[in-house]
């Protein structure tokens, strides 16, 4: 059988700058470039927060064709951060609102949507705080919210967020937004990387129950689908399980301990089956992004555990993606229809990253495509839609960290690369990343607390190493 020809890639690179201060970036994972090429972000300005003077005003963003458009702000907010962007360029996501929440001593966040400029907020279930992550082409949102109930097991700090009261996914449409329940303990979430399909099923966790289990210091947290009511995933046999993605065949990637609770694998659940993945060896594997034909991505640990590695899983087993040269360690966030992958990869023993493509078996370091006049070194690929388009973060020798796009292109413009060239002395600089989805890892505990914290949950045994 004759091979396939290699795919050639060529990328015109895109710095989306700030609006005079010093940082910008996009949400990692989540949708943020729709099929229109419209991408999402958010950029500091040079005026510093009148309730937090070390902060700068950070003002959200839509880009598209080379013009970036400031979104609003709530009034009173200093903040706004985009998470996600359907295909009629309605944005989801989360602003500040001026408030501070006196349980935390921080300003309160809300769910928000931007409609052109128009702002609106979600609101939340009676409690301080609220996010939207996750919108789908019928205009549906959801997220999580609190209520006004005290929350009795530091649910919040499983999802990274505040956790003074109960947490609750919530469905958002025709300006209502409905408490989606719980399995029957006290709280629940919508998490993970997307967590709405177009069909409008919703996936997320939650306790079954308010009894302590010893090992995870938590009640049991299960996974579930929402398809106007929930259905249990289940477990592969232990107390805590997380689900990523949902697509819009309604199978769902995430991860279960196993009995006993000390390791957890990666799993895919469809029609009603949820399937073991494995691991590479190692104690540890996370499914994350599930595309539309079934292909799951995420992170496995190797044998003994002494490194994480990017896998990938098209039902024939797993398969390990690699890393670059000079690295041992690599993950993997975002699957596109064309199975291409992104992700870091980097030095186990250091913070030093790179953020690739992965394609047809072959990984690219996308500083390969970065012009040698740009002092930016990418250190993390985040999203990559179905028309190949990459979002990252590049960091700069003075530490600001910027967000960046990749553009596949085809005409012999300079700006076109091939990446043939190689990586010019400007980017070949191995840069010190301080975002948590290249932060390396070299225990069980470092690898599911960096893995998990990227995707807004973590285990309950890694957050006790801390």
Known sequence: MQSRPARHHRFRFIDLGTFGGHNSLTNGGSVVINEHNVVVGAADTATPCPFFPDAPVSMPFKWSNGVKTILPLLPGGCTGFPIAINDHSLVVGVADDGVIDPATGFPEIHAVVWRGRTITDLGTFGGANSLAGAVNSRGQITGVAQNAEPEPFNFGELIGLPSST???????????????????????????DLALNQRGQITGISFIDDVINPVTGVPTLDSFLWDDG????????????????????????????????????????SRGRLRDLGTLGGSFAGGGWINDSGVV??????????????????????????????????????????????????????NESSGYLWDDGKLLDLNAFVPPTSNVHVIVSKYINDRGMITGAGVFPNGDEHAVLFIPCNDDGDDCRDGSQGIGPAASGRAVSSVSESRPAQTLQEIESGFLNRRAVRHPIARSTK
Not at 243 to 251: D, E, K, S, Y
Not at 306 to 316: D, P, S
Not at 322 to 328: N, V
């Open 166 to 192: 109960l947490w609750r996914g919530f469905l958002w449409e025709n300006g209502v937004m409905r408490d989606l329940g719980t399995l029957g303990g006290p709280d629940a979430a919508v998490t993970g």
């Open 230 to 269: 929930f259905v249990d995933l289940g477990t592969l046999g232990g107390a805590f399980t997380n689900a990523f993605t949902i697509n819009n065949r309604g199978q769902v990637s995430g991860f279960s301990d196993l009995a006993g609770d000390l390791e957890a694998h990666a799993f895919r659940w």
């Open 297 to 350: 991505i995420g992170a496995s640990t190797t044998p003994g555990d002494t490194a994480v590695r990017g896998v990938i899983w098209r039902g024939r087993g797993i398969e390990e993606l690699g890393t670059l040269d000079g690295d041992d360690c690599s993950d993997a966030f975002v699957v596109n229809a064309k199975s291409q992958v992104i992700g870091p990869s980097f030095n186990c023993n250091g």
